[in-house]
């Protein structure tokens, strides 16, 4: 069983920056893609991803809208995964989620992924 807990949100100012972390304590963590993914108080039924990242780490991919400033990494021996967020704007103010899927495909699309954390909230000040 996939469970996901995220760390590290918090408050910062326009071109600040924050690292996210993913924890899961499931025995599976090296068998899931994973996902970052963001919710805005004016969309509140859309989940926007941010970034994916293969099983193994090899492959990652980015919305446009962070390329660039965020970084997608995992550990699988900490069974984490981790969104460096550099360079933030005020528009990435958000609840940011991290997914899970087994599999070995990266994919944007929140409605692969069966497994969620609980969020974590980002606010960037201008």
């Known amino acids: 069983q996939v469970q996901l807990v995220e760390s590290g949100g918090g408050l910062v100012q326009a071109g600040g920056s924050l690292r996210l972390s993913c924890t899961d304590s499931g025995r599976t963590f090296s068998d899931l893609a994973m996902g970052w993914f963001r919710q805005t108080a004016a969309k509140e039924r859309e989940r926007e991803f941010v970034a994916g990242i293969s099983r193994s780490g090899g492959m990652a991919s980015y919305a446009d809208s962070v390329k660039g400033r965020f970084t997608i990494s995992r550990d699988n021996a900490k069974a984490t995964v981790y969104l460096q967020m550099n360079s933030l704007k005020p528009d990435d103010t958000a609840v940011y989620y991290c997914?899970?899927?087994?599999?070995?495909?990266?994919?944007?699309?929140?409605?692969?992924?069966?497994?969620w954390g609980q969020g974590t909230q980002v606010t960037v000040s201008s």
């Open positions: 997914a899970a899927q087994i599999g070995a495909l990266v994919r944007s699309d929140a409605n692969y992924y069966g497994s």
